[in-house]
Each structure stands twice: as structure tokens, then as C-alpha cells.
């Protein structure tokens, strides 16, 4: 493993553990040329998956740009950073093991963290269909909000059939 600081790839890891339900594995390394510590993250990857965007172009799936969509519409809510890695992982996992071919459709993405995040959390849903669906009219939140059912206090929210939603 290169060191981030001087480039040697000359460590040793000095602690390992288990994270997020086993699916991922952090290592605490050393670097013995300039002594820097930093940690590294090792997850298993069944394949390589590519996403085929609505434009037709060709895009390797980005862990990091899944979280990052995910944060952003869970932003100033209740959800942990280790919830969205979970919701990550979930989606991640589901992708390979769910679909035959490696390429799988942003549409198929999207509506996989839409379910999520409708069980998550209904604001950062709304948030997140909101822009990954271009609202541009207020008559737009109207429709997805009449779709969500209303919840009790601490009930679970009601899965919405993927058809009523797009």
C-alpha cells in the first residue's frame, strides 16, 4: 500500500477490524520510510459494474458518488454517516447479485436508493426524487407527496409500488 504522504510502499498494519456488519475491513497502517499513520478500507468486489446514464454514455459505478448523492439529500436529518454506508452497501451488494449483466441502468440506481430513502427517511426522499427526477414545477412535489403515506410517530413508512412513483 503506497503512502499518501511520501509515496513509499514501504507499510505495516498495525490494527485490523471488521466494520459495518463484516462487509468491510479497515486497516490502520504505518509507513516505515516517514512513520505516518493512515488507514486504509478493504470491501469485497464480486464485479465491475458500469452504469448506463439516460444520455447512453457508459460510467464505472461509483461507490462515492452514491454516498455523496445519498448524504447530500439526508442532510440535516437523523441519519448517521453509518446508516448511509449501510444504504451504500445494500444497494451495492443488491446490484451485483441481483442483475445478470454488468451493466445496470441509472434508472435502476436511482430507484433503488428512491425505495431506500422512502424507508429511511420521507424528507431526504423527497429531496433526493427531487433532483434525480429535475422537479421543476411545484405541482411535481405536489404529486409525490400526495404518494406518501402519512406515518405515526416512530411507524415504520409503507414501501409505494415503484409504478405510482414514476
Do not use: W
Not at 429531496?127 to 427526477?133: C, D, K, L, Q
Amino acid at each position: 500500500m503506497r503512502c499518501p504522504y511520501c509515496n513509499s510502499t514501504d507499510s505495516r498494519v498495525t490494527d485490523s477490524r471488521p466494520d459495518i456488519e463484516d462487509a468491510i475491513i479497515r486497516r490502520r497502517r504505518v509507513c516505515n520510510q516517514c512513520g505516518a499513520k493512515f488507514t486504509t478500507v478493504e470491501r469485497v468486489q464480486m464485479r465491475d459494474l458500469m452504469v448506463r446514464k439516460n444520455s447512453g454514455k457508459l460510467e464505472a459505478f461509483d461507490r462515492e458518488k452514491l454516498r455523496r448523492s445519498i448524504k447530500l439529500a439526508c442532510r440535516n436529518r437523523d441519519v448517521g454517516d453509518e446508516q448511509i454506508e449501510k444504504l451504500v452497501t445494500s444497494i451495492h451488494r443488491r446490484l451485483e447479485t441481483e442483475t445478470a449483466d454488468d451493466t445496470v441502468s441509472s434508472a435502476l440506481v436511482g430507484q433503488m436508493v428512491s425505495d431506500s430513502l422512502l424507508n429511511l427517511d420521507p424528507i431526504a426522499f423527497v429531496r433526493f426524487v427531487s433532483v434525480y427526477r429535475k422537479f421543476s414545477r411545484i405541482s411535481d412535489f405536489k404529486k409525490i407527496l400526495d404518494q406518501i403515506p402519512e406515518a405515526d410517530e416512530g411507524a415504520a413508512v409503507c414501501k409505494l409500488p415503484k409504478t405510482s412513483l414514476f
